[in-house]
C-alpha cells in the first residue's frame, strides 16, 4: 500500500496579503491508496489554505487550484477563463500535462469557448436531455442484466472491478450512440491503450476511436451519433470522429470508477428502491469521477479572490473538496461542472447507475460484498484523473 502523509505531518497552507503560501510538500496530485471512506491527504490543507491556492503543477510551473464553492461558480462562467489547451503555459509538454489538441487542430466540447462552443453544445444537448435518456431505460436495462447474468456465470466471488465497471458503461454509451455491440471489445482496448505512455499506443487507440465512429455512421444506424451529425454545422461535421470519440471515451473514463464506489456502498447498505436516486447523487459527490475540473486557463491578466493571475495561468477547481467540504451548506454540488460547461452526459450517467443498482438488487437479492466493505481500497493515479476501487470482489448468490 502506499503510504501517505498524515494531516499532522503535512505543513500547513496559508494566506498571507491575499497571496496564498507556495507549499511544494502538500502535492494534491499525489498517487495514493487508501480506504474508500478515507478523503484525500491533501483537500483539507488545500481548504484550509483560502479560495485559491497555487500548487506545483504536474506538467512543471505552477497551478492555481479554487477550493471555494461561490468562488469555483464565478471561474466556471468567467469569460476571461477559457479552456482552450493554446492558452497553456509555453513551456508544457502537452502529452504530460494530459492536454488535448487546441481547438484551432480540434475543436470539441471540452476544449472550445464562445460561440464555437455554444454551436458544438446545441448539437449536443438536444439528444441527451433527461427525457431522450428515459428513452433508453429499457435498452440499458437489458445491457445490465445481461452483463450481470455474464459476470455471474464467471465464478463466484467475481471481482467486479475487474472487466465489468469498465464493459457496462462502454457498452452502454455504443448501444446509445450505435455502435455495434460486438465491438465493445474494441472500445475496451482503446480506453485503456490510452492511459498508456507509449504514443504508438495512444495513437492505435485513437485510430480504433475513429474505427468505431465509423461504425457509428453507417448507413442504416439509428443511434445519436447519426443524428449528431445532422445537428452539426457543415464546417464541424468533418470533426465528427473525433466528437464521438469524446463521447466514448468520457463515458468510459468517468463512469468506470463511479460504478464501483456505487456498488460497494449499495452491497453494504442496502438502500430501497424510493432512495436509489439519492445514493447515485451522494455517491458521486462523495467519489467524484472529475475530482478537478480539466484544465482551464487565464486569457490575459485577472484578479480572482484578490490574487493577480498572469495570462496563460493555468486553473483547476478542486470538485471533490467543494463537494466534500464539511462546512458547505446543502445545494446543488459541482459534480458535472457548471455553466456553459456542464457535462452533457450527467442525465445518461445517472440512468445507467441508477439502473444497475435497481437491476442487481432485483436479480441478485442475496448478492454481497465477498470482503468487509472497511478492506476495500481506492487507488489515486496521480494528475487530474480520479480515483477507481482497486477490486470489487462480489458474491451475487449470496
Known sequence: MTSTPTDAQQPSLSATAGQPSLTPAVDPFIATTRGLDDPHPARASLRAAGPIVQVPAPAGGHV???????????????????????????GWDPRAAGLEPTAAEQPSLTTTDGPGHTRLRQAHSPLFTARRMAAFTGRVTALARDLLA?????????????????????????????????????????????????PEQV????????????????NGRDGLAAQ????????????????LFTLIYAGQLTTDPSLGFLLARALDRPTPPSALDDLVRDTLRRHSPAPFTLWRFAAEDLDLAGVRLAARSPILIDIQGINTDPERSIGADLVFGAGPHYCTGAHLAQLELRILVEVLQEEYPDARLAVPYSELRQTDFGGIQGSRITSLPVRLHG
Not at 456465470?153 to 455495434?180: E, N
Not at 495513437?203 to 453507417?218: I, N, R, S, V
Not at 454545422?233 to 466528437?243: G, K, N, Q, T, V
Open 64 to 90: 492555481w487550484i479554487v477550493t471555494d464553492d461561490v468562488l469555483a461558480r464565478h471561474v466556471l462562467v468567467h469569460p476571461g477563463i477559457v479552456k482552450d489547451p493554446a492558452c497553456a503555459p509555453a
Open 150 to 198: 455474464r459476470a455471474a456465470a464467471s465464478g463466484d466471488p467475481v471481482d467486479l472491478a475487474a472487466d465489468f465497471t469498465t464493459r457496462y458503461p462502454l457498452s452502454v454509451v455504443c448501444d446509445v450512440l450505435g455502435v455495434p455491440l460486438e465491438r465493445v471489445d474494441e472500445a475496451i482496448s482503446a480506453c485503456r491503450r490510452m492511459y498508456s505512455d507509449d
Open 203 to 218: 495513437g492505435q487507440a485513437m485510430a480504433a476511436f475513429a474505427d468505431l465512429a465509423a461504425a457509428a455512421l453507417e
Open 228 to 243: 449528431l451529425l445532422d445537428n452539426l454545422r457543415e464546417d464541424a461535421r468533418p470533426h465528427i470522429h473525433y466528437l
